[in-house]
């Protein structure tokens, strides 16, 4: 495929977050409606809003929804927050917030309300208030002593009609977290951790929340005017090494469509927080990804996290008129196609008619997955426009890239300017796994480069034990030379604290 830029020139490489706004245009809300009080959600992504960037805990990064491939009769719905999160970022690592409500909406009938709310609530828990360490040794389960903070949740099923609750049923209690991976000496099989986190609910349901590499792949430099407006340095996963913290959830299909006979879903996640009233408020909200980084402009951002589906009208002309387009002609003389751009509207916000448009649909944005499109043996990256019906935009999965999908369709490829753009990242870093949950695990936070003159599988605290041997044992010369270097530095290093306590006794003698 073409780099974003399909001209001439050796850096033709993919504008890549240019994406932002074809996928954003698509997501950015478009006609709405309705007088409901706040409470449902749809799109935002990495630090794209100035208020919610200062709150990573509750920043939704990405959704994701497919019908899961080892199990075509559910349906995995993969949500993640906190972003940028640096696997060696101790000793306070990374835990879902306490005080927040992540949220999983699901419209089952077109409406652009949800008709069922997966609410998870978390707690953490401390054994040790008089350590500062997130663990205390070697962590070989999640129930070992030796992991310190720990984190468990419970799940909600909330069902509504019109946005009023109309039953509540409690599908998991006090469920463990799978803890952030500290590195290899903290949790030395950090794949046995994942697996006990992993729990089967009533139901024929399955839960997982805990620490996972960051499964979208994309080049983020084209905040930098679009790739410092000539195209320099693209083509680098911007993403390649952080982790997040991933809620994922795999549901019959039976249970969250509305029939058979209507097998279309919308779907978005969304994050309230309590203000110190007890009260919860939205602050975070996700559909298709970036919609709120790239379609919309500064003054909207912070209300579209705080606003619904239904109120998506009030958006409506971020989408059908676009910034960023514009900007790609005024740079890289690209002509923009002709507005409005009812083609965006079309396909994110009502979804394509024929594959996961529901029967009345009302404009919105959110994830629409047709949960009877059997999943593709053979997934293709671009998904639908490159024929393949089970990937992006009907649903989203992890292979999906849905970066250069956006880019070719904000640029016009459905309305005749047909292109190969892109940002020249085509895949993870890391490889995703064939089942449940599905995300990579996360990179470990002693990932570096091993230290000088040491080798792979090297203990060095095994090595400074046979070097610190007593005089008359059985260690060799070179040993004996190393213990009297220690000493002799031990009996200067005592010398010079002395003199400098010396020193510092008769300054404080003096009178000024």
């Avoid at 399909?6 to 504008?15: E, F, M, V």
């Avoid at 599908?171 to 099989?189: E, F, H, Q, R, W």
């Avoid at 671009?382 to 999906?400: E, H």
């Amino acid at each position: 495929m073409t780099p974003l830029i399909s001209r001439s020139g050796t850096g033709r490489k993919g504008l890549v977050t240019l994406i932002c706004g074809a996928l954003a245009a698509g997501g950015l809300a478009a006609a709405g409606v309705a007088t409901l009080e706040p409470g449902a959600a749809s799109a935002s992504s990495h630090r794209e809003a100035p208020l919610i960037s200062g709150t990573p805990q509750y920043d939704n990064t990405d959704l994701y929804a497919f019908v899961s491939p080892d199990k075509p009769d559910t349906t995995t719905i993969v949500a993640n927050w906190i972003p940028f999160e640096e696997p060696a970022g101790g000793p306070n690592f990374f835990t879902f917030a306490d005080d927040a409500q992540y949220d999983i909406h699901v419209d089952n009938n077109g409406d652009a309300q949800g008709e069922l709310l997966f609410r998870y609530t978390f707690k953490t828990h401390t054994k040790n208030g008089n350590t500062f360490l997130y663990n205390t040794g070697a962590v070989t389960s999640l129930d070992d002593p030796d992991l310190n903070v720990t984190q468990t949740y419970d799940i909600d099923l909330i069902r509504l009609k019109n946005q009023h609750v109309m039953s509540k049923t409690k599908l998991a209690d006090d469920v463990p977290v799978a803890p952030s991976n500290v590195g290899k000496a903290s949790m030395p099989d950090y794949g046995k951790l994942r697996a006990q986190a992993v729990y089967k609910t009533a139901g024929g349901a399955a839960t997982f929340a805990g620490q996972a590499d960051d499964p979208f792949f994309l080049d983020l430099r084209v905040f930098d005017l679009l790739y410092g407006g000539n195209l320099t340095e693209v083509g680098r996963d911007t993403l390649k090494g952080y982790n997040v913290n991933t809620i994922a959830l795999q549901v019959p299909n039976d249970l969250i469509r509305e029939s058979s006979h209507q097998p279309i879903v919308g779907i978005w996640s969304t994050t309230q927080r309590r203000n110190a009233q007890g009260y919860y408020s939205q602050v975070s909200r996700l559909g298709n990804p970036l919609v709120n980084e790239v379609v919309n402009p500064q003054k909207d951002k912070d209300k579209f996290n705080a606003s619904q589906p239904w109120y998506d009208g009030q958006f409506l002309k971020n989408v059908t008129n676009p910034e960023l387009p514009k900007l790609i002609e005024g740079i890289y003389k690209i002509k923009a196609p002709a507005e409005p751009r009812n083609d965006l509207v079309d396909v994110f916000l009502k979804g394509v008619k024929g594959l996961n448009q529901p029967p009345n649909v009302k404009p919105s944005e959110e994830l629409r997955l047709n949960t009877s499109i059997k999943p593709a043996m053979h997934p293709k990256r671009l998904g639908v426009l490159d024929g393949d019906n089970a990937g992006f935009p009907n649903g989203r999965r992890l292979t999906d890239d849905v970066v250069d999908e956006a880019l070719q369709v904000v640029e016009g490829e459905l309305v005749g300017s047909k292109n190969d753009l892109g940002d020249a990242v085509d895949k993870n870093d890391k490889k995703f796994e064939k089942y449940f949950p599905y995300v990579a695990q996360p990179t470990s936070g002693s990932r570096g480069p091993l230290a000088k003159g040491t080798t792979a599988g090297t203990d060095v605290r095994s090595q400074l034990g046979d070097a610190l041997q007593p005089a008359g044992s059985s260690s060799g010369s070179g040993d004996t030379m190393l213990i009297a270097a220690s000493a002799a530095s031990g009996a200067a290093g005592i010398l010079l604290i002395g003199t400098a306590f010396a020193w510092w006794r008769r300054r404080m003698q003096r009178p000024y």
